[in-house]
Structure formats: structure tokens, C-alpha cells
């Protein structure tokens, strides 16, 4: 086998031999042979790099391309980033409008309660102001005719006067001491009753009521749970220290269960 392969490259290279001296005998040939050699070579570098000038140019292109799709999906998403910001905004003003609409929708009508139920008020107390006089008027015809006597008269007339100005008076005190200042039908209780503390909120610098809920909270309930509070954390003082002397001695105290002092009773109210 080896014998073969040299005998193949030896007639090869004879071949070569014979080619380059009949070239080289004719020195037209040999130039033409060149010539054609080299121009080969050059129109195969031209053309790859023609190649490789197109190609290059076409993934630019590309490239290009895809930045400018990129740059537009940027500015699209930008836009839309934006527009949905400006819906945000205007669905908050609407919904801020809405709620301002319903508060003041609601004060409103708590106001127009008020208002027909002070007058319904005032009217009552007219009438009774009104009855009084004809019951006084019945009271002098009576007195003038000798019906009754002037004594009898001016009695009834001083105890019907005291009714209308007791009425009066305890009309008046209930709704500017007991009734809610806001809610026409709502009793205030006092705050030593166990009842809710009046004055319990304010409004803020935006008109918005801020109620205070440590106000809410009687203080007979605060002082109770004041006062148990600390009676538990005591027991759970004992508790923890026992757990680390048991710890640390391996040993349960002979105190391990202690008895909790009796909580208070409650304040009476």
C-alpha cells in the first residue's frame, strides 16, 4: 500500500516537473499561465470582499433596524405610560370629587334635619306660648264673670306660667347641653356616666373631621385595664424568672405555681 502511494505522488510530482519545464520553455505561456493565476486570486479576493461589504452592510441594516423599532417601542411605551398616568390622575380626581360630593351630600342633609327639626321645635313652644295665652284669657273672663275668685285666677295663672317656663327651659337645656351637635335624633351622655366625652374630635386644616378615639373611651374602662394590665405583667414577671432559675438549676421552684393577687373590681359607674 505504501508502495503504491509513493508510486502515485511520483508521477504526480513528474507530472508537476514536466508542466512547470514546458511552461517555463515558452515564456508566453508561462506569463499567461500567471496572469491567469493572479487575476484568479484577485477576483476571488474582490469578491470576498464584496461579500463580506454586503453582508456586513445587510446586518447593518438590520441592526439599524431593530434599534429604530426599539427607539419607537420605547416612545410608544412612554406615550402609553403616560396616558395611563393621565387616566390615573383624572379617575382620582373623580373619585376624590365623588367622595367630597357624598360628605358634603351627608352634612348637608344632617344640616336640613336640623334645621326642620329646630323649627318643628320652635313651633311647638309657639304653640304652647299660644295656649297658655287663651288658657289666661279663659282664666280673666272666668275671674271677670265671678266664676272664680281673683286669688283662685292669679294661682292658676302663676302655676300655668311656671309649666310653660319649666317646658321652655328643659327644651331649651336639652338641646344645647344633651342633644348631638350634628345629628338632630342622637343623645350625648356625660362623660361621668360612663358616656362618650363630647368635644371628642376636630377638623382638620382640609375640613375633614378627625375624631379622637382616646375620647371614646370612658375612664372607669382606661383605669380597669390599666390596672389588670399590670397585675398580668407581674404574674408574667414571676413566671419568666422562675422558667430561668429552672434553667439554670435544673430544678422546679418550690414556688413554681404562685398565686396571683385578685384582680380589682371593677369602678362602679
Known amino acids: 500500500m ?7 505522488l511520483t508521477a504526480q510530482e513528474l507530472q508537476q516537473i514536466g508542466f512547470s519545464q514546458d511552461i517555463q ?3 508566453a505561456s508561462y506569463q499567461a499561465y500567471v496572469k491567469q493565476n493572479v487575476d484568479k486570486l484577485m477576483n476571488e479576493t474582490l469578491q470576498r470582499k464584496h461579500d463580506a461589504f454586503q453582508k456586513t452592510f445587510v446586518d447593518t441594516g438590520r441592526y439599524m433596524d431593530m434599534d429604530h423599532n426599539a427607539q419607537l417601542y420605547k416612545t410608544r411605551s412612554s406615550d402609553v405610560n403616560k396616558l395611563q398616568t393621565v387616566i390615573h390622575d383624572i379617575n382620582t380626581k373623580y373619585e376624590a370629587g365623588i367622595d367630597s360630593d357624598k360628605k358634603l351630600t351627608r352634612r348637608q342633609y344632617e344640616i336640613n334635619e336640623w334645621a326642620y327639626n329646630n323649627k318643628l321645635e320652635t313651633l311647638f313652644l309657639l304653640q304652647i306660648l299660644f295656649m297658655s295665652v287663651l288658657i289666661l284669657c279663659v282664666f280673666l273672663f272666668l275671674s271677670k264673670q265671678g266664676f272664680i275668685s281673683s286669688a283662685t285666677a292669679g294661682t292658676l295663672s302663676v ?3 311656671l309649666i310653660v317656663a319649666y317646658v321652655i327651659y328643659t327644651r331649651w337645656n336639652y338641646t344645647h347641653a344633651t342633644r348631638d351637635t350634628r345629628l338632630w335624633n342622637r343623645r350625648i351622655f356625660p362623660a361621668e356616666e360612663g358616656g362618650v366625652k363630647q368635644n371628642n374630635g376636630h377638623c382638620d386644616a382640609q375640613g375633614n373631621y378627625v375624631l379622637d378615639l382616646k375620647n371614646l373611651i370612658p375612664d372607669i374602662v382606661t383605669q380597669n385595664a390599666e390596672s389588670i394590665n399590670n397585675k398580668l405583667s407581674s404574674v408574667f414577671t414571676e413566671l419568666d424568672a422562675e422558667a430561668l432559675a429552672y434553667q439554670t438549676n435544673g430544678k422546679i421552684p418550690t414556688n413554681s405555681c ?3 393577687s385578685p384582680l380589682p373590681p371593677p369602678a362602679s359607674t
Open 258 to 260: 404562685p398565686t396571683p
Open 2 to 8: 505504501n508502495s503504491a502511494q509513493q508510486n502515485v
Open 159 to 161: 302655676i300655668l306660667l
Open 25 to 27: 520553455s515558452d515564456p
